[in-house]
């Protein structure tokens, strides 16, 4: 079983095709893969329960992280954060994606 | 435990987008946890480690240079070369090229000049790689 990693950069209102990643994510899940979607930068605007956007990725069991430093930039506090969305730092990130067979794809 | 060891490539220039941001803090926790890190600097992202870039005032604050306290990309780099330089090691190359093209020659201590063919040699021999591209 492959690790996969998405990390996720893009405000969801404006790039659409954040959808890509939602559903490259859910796909591999479905094929038996251990999936984490890491949002980071204006990423993490997805993460609050107000956006509604990750109910399916939540859903299909895919892991969603959301980086504290972007989150207190952008004034988001852990108690906004959407069911199934952890506060996570970069170190985990990092040592996430320096695992064997483990493929990081940043979007 | 086998060594473990990260590539990056970037691509974006110095103060434009928030990749370059994300970009040196995993550089920093990678070197925090004991990782080497090679980083390959594609296009503007030659642009990091340039020696010629200055910590400014504020007109508009108005404040001074050293109240204004200015972070540079350059200042950055040369940190992380200087944590990285033994054990965790950092490697920095700049693609020859992109730094030809856009005269960004004068760089901090410790940034190497390459190519493509040193991006291949370097993923090949990491645990992993991630490309971070501009949009």
New interface residues.
């Given amino acids: 079983m492959t690790r996969y990693i998405f990390?996720e950069?893009r405000d969801p209102f404006e790039s659409r095709d954040t959808r890509f990643v939602e559903e490259t994510a859910i796909a591999v899940k479905e094929r038996g893969h251990n999936v984490t979607v890491f949002l980071?930068?204006?990423g993490v605007l997805a993460a609050r329960q107000s956006a509604n956007r990750l109910a399916r990725l939540a859903e299909a069991g895919v892991a969603l992280l959301a980086?504290d430093?972007s989150l207190r930039e952008r004034g988001i506090k852990p108690e906004e954060l959407a069911q199934g969305v952890h506060e996570s730092?970069?170190?985990t990130?990092?040592?996430a994606?320096?695992?064997?067979n483990?493929?990081?794809i940043?979007h | 435990m086998n060594e473990r060891s990260l590539t990056l490539a970037l691509m974006d220039p110095p103060y434009e987008s928030a990749n370059s941001t994300t970009a040196l803090r995993m550089i920093s926790a990678a070197l925090a946890q004991g990782i080497n890190v090679n980083v390959f600097a594609y296009e503007g992202a030659v642009c990091l480690p340039l020696k010629d870039q200055a910590p400014h005032a504020n007109p508009v604050k108005g404040t001074t240079v050293e109240e204004e306290d200015h972070p540079t990309t350059k200042a950055f780099v040369s940190s992380l070369l200087a944590i990285g330089k033994d054990s965790p090691r950092l490697t920095w190359v700049n693609c020859g090229l992109c730094v030809d093209e856009r005269g960004a020659s004068n760089v901090v201590d410790g940034v190497k000049r390459g190519s493509p063919a040193d991006f291949f040699k370097m993923a090949s021999e990491s645990t992993n790689t991630l490309v971070i591209p501009t949009r």
């Avoid at chain 1, 994606?97 to 064997?100: H, M």
């Fill in positions: 990390i950069s980071v930068q204006n980086d430093f730092g970069i170190e990130l990092v040592d994606i320096a695992q064997a483990t493929k990081a940043w």
